[in-house]
């Protein structure tokens, strides 16, 4: 079995009865020499191949050593080093919330998970492909702390993951009229926002400047311009 870390891969086996040791061997490619990585002692089944690069294809066999000599190898099995996937963005949108990551090397898919804040076990959305980095959740929860993580994937091999997480708030939807003193800004109250902020385009038409920071949910905007 293989468990890829954040820059490392951990490979395991199963006891053999009367080994007094194991050797871990690995090669490069599938016409590569295979090379003895490490040697280790009859109640270690695990070892961890820190010399990884994303996106590289490692091949493993294993062999144990009784007080009769070396048993056959086993049957060789290959694993992708992955990175994990760097969850670069995360914010509320008009939708959900939307986040983005890095690409990893070598993935040729991404999969991806939610749960929200304290829950034990993460609940699978869905698999995107390789040039996909960001997702909008549109079942995010209002109020609710909601986390994310996602996976590199190569076939069957899978990186390690990190989460993040913010309280999902719903957008409010706004309407607007003009009023004696000003533009007059009104919109729905939404259920656990402890404020408001108000923004406006600017007079270039590129930037949302901010204008205020409300507890109410009304604002009358009377700036010129």
């Known amino acids: 079995m293989f468990a890829n870390n954040s820059a490392s891969t951990t490979v395991t086996w199963n006891q053999v009865d009367?080994?007094?040791?194991?050797?871990?061997?690995?090669?490069t490619d599938s016409t590569g020499e295979f090379t003895l990585v490490a040697s280790?002692?009859?109640n270690v089944l695990?070892?961890?191949?820190?010399?990884?690069?994303?996106?590289?294809?490692?091949?493993?066999?294993?062999?144990?050593?009784?007080?009769?000599?070396?048993?056959?190898?086993?049957?060789?099995?290959?694993?992708?080093?992955?990175?994990?996937p760097q969850i670069s963005s995360i914010a509320n949108s008009y939708t959900g919330i939307t986040f983005s990551w890095k690409p990893v090397a070598g993935a040729d898919s991404y999969r991806i998970y939610r749960k929200v804040y304290g829950a034990k076990y993460w609940t699978y959305i869905t698999t995107v492909n390789a040039s996909?980095?960001?997702?909008?959740?549109?079942?995010?929860?209002?109020?609710?702390?909601?986390?994310?993580?996602?996976?590199?994937?190569?076939?069957?091999?899978?990186?390690?993951?990190?989460?993040k997480c913010m309280t999902a708030v719903d957008a409010p939807v706004l309407s607007i009229s003009?009023?004696?003193?000003?533009?007059?800004?009104?919109?729905?109250?939404?259920?656990?926002?402890?404020g408001y902020n108000v923004y406006r385009m600017a007079k270039d038409g590129h930037e949302w400047e901010k204008l205020s920071t409300e507890t109410a949910n009304q604002y009358t905007d009377n700036s010129e311009g």
Do not use: H, Q
């Open 18 to 27: 009367g080994a007094i040791g194991y050797e871990v061997y690995r090669a």
């Open 132 to 163: 996909t980095f960001s997702y909008n959740d549109t079942e995010a929860v209002n109020g609710k702390v909601m986390c994310y993580t996602v996976k590199a994937m190569n076939g069957t091999s899978a990186s390690a993951y990190l989460a």
């Open 40 to 42: 280790v002692g009859g």
């Open 46 to 84: 695990k070892y961890t191949d820190s010399k990884v690069e994303s996106g590289k294809a490692y091949i493993y066999k294993i062999r144990s050593k009784s007080v009769e000599g070396y048993s056959a190898f086993s049957k060789a099995v290959t694993n992708v080093f992955l990175a994990i």
């Open 178 to 194: 003009n009023s004696p003193s000003g533009v007059y800004l009104k919109w729905d109250k939404i259920e656990y926002a402890t």
